[in-house]
């Protein structure tokens, strides 16, 4: 996984096919700060772009870090203010450019009527067709390669967040076998790698004799707000990246709790539980905005792999050097 700083976790090679990138439109919790705006993340997998949360301002912020308007679907985690008042003038803009795209809102149960009147403030009606979605817990929108699930989050309103989890990858080939097997190199090989016998010389051979098991594909967690929670850590078991709000430090923790956010520390226990290869802690409350460091400092004494992220930084999610 790069971090944008030219530092890659996982495999040597940097080729990511399919890319994950991941880009940090927003960092900062509630309010915005001179240097970090409200939450939202610009996902790109591959042709596919779309966001997670869209808080005031992110208009400005795709246009600041090159992600580009042409998303197709933003995915609001719960309906605080913060987290998807940026629609409104995100919308407007598409519209003013002329665009013809069909754009697809999905928010938590009993989101619709919000981002309806958002989406439609002051507005007779928008050129482009939008549509409203709610996802339950446990639901997932289904993509070729990978679905985007929903999973609970504790937050004290309805509130869900997102994995972006691709589908298990054929297994590793076994070229030089199948070359000691006399199998020319071409078209049989690949059918092999997809599952089918193919017959040489009258002789039928099999997949099972030179494909490995199926290779799991990435995992990318992202939580919106919550307290440390279980349905987050089982959403998250094995990750490679957990983007975890960590809105206070443990000398706060009491006001973490009653106002269903996480500390630092506590979403690094998360992280440990679940597994997850690296932790990027987002949702940064004002009192830490130039100085994330007692952030990092906490989150270390329970994870070792975090990393506090802040607003234009990219993240590229490559396969695990185990995995290739």
Same mark, same amino acid.
């Given at each position: ?16 096919? @399919? ?33 997670? *949360? ?14 580009? +308007? ?11 203010? *913060? ?60 993509? @070729? ?27 590793? +080939? ?5 070359? %000691? ?13 997809? $599952? ?27 939580? $919106? *707000? ?26 706060? $923790?009491?006001?973490?709790? =009653? ?15 679940? $597994? ?13 905005? *130039?100085? %994330? ?29 185990? =995995?290739?």
């Amino acid at each position: 996984m790069s971090n944008g700083d030219g530092v890659l976790i996982g495999s040597a090679d940097v080729r990511v096919i @399919p890319m994950i990138r991941l880009t940090f439109l927003g960092t900062a919790a509630s309010r915005p700060t001179p240097g970090r705006n409200v939450s939202a993340l610009s996902v790109q997998r591959e042709g596919d772009n779309f966001l997670f *949360d869209c808080g005031e301002g992110t208009q400005r912020q795709m246009m600041r870090y090159g992600t580009g +308007f042409s998303v197709s679907r933003i995915f609001f985690t719960h309906m605080h203010a *913060d987290h998807f008042l940026g629609v409104i003038g995100l919308v407007r803009t598409m519209a003013l450019q002329g665009r013809e795209e069909p754009l697809a809102l999905y928010g938590p149960p009993g989101s619709t009527r919000t981002l309806r009147e958002a989406v439609h403030l002051g507005v007779d009606r928008v050129q482009f067709e939008v549509s409203f979605l709610e996802l339950a817990p446990g639901e997932r929108v289904e993509f @070729p390669e990978y679905a985007i699930e929903a999973f609970r989050a504790n937050h004290g309103v309805s509130a869900i967040g997102y994995n972006l989890r691709e589908l298990p990858r054929l297994g590793r +080939f076994d070229v030089e076998k199948a070359r %000691a097997l006399g199998i020319p190199e071409g078209p049989l090989f690949g059918e092999l790698h997809r $599952g089918n016998p193919v017959e040489v010389d009258g002789r039928v051979i099999t997949p099972e004799e030179l494909v490995g098991p199926a290779r799991p594909g990435r995992l990318v967690t992202y939580t $919106g *707000d919550t307290r440390p929670a279980d349905s987050v850590r089982e959403a998250a078991r094995d990750a490679d990246v957990l983007i975890h709000e960590a809105t206070f430090t443990e000398d706060e $923790g009491v006001r973490a709790h =009653e106002t269903y956010h996480s500390t630092a520390l506590g979403a690094a226990t998360v992280a440990a539980e679940a $597994g997850v290869r690296s932790l990027l802690l987002t949702h940064v409350s004002a009192r830490y905005a *130039d100085n %994330a460091g007692p952030l990092l400092d906490e989150a270390r004494q329970a994870f070792e792999s975090v990393g506090v992220a802040r607003d234009g930084q990219v993240v590229e999610i490559d396969y695990r050097a185990d =995995e290739e």
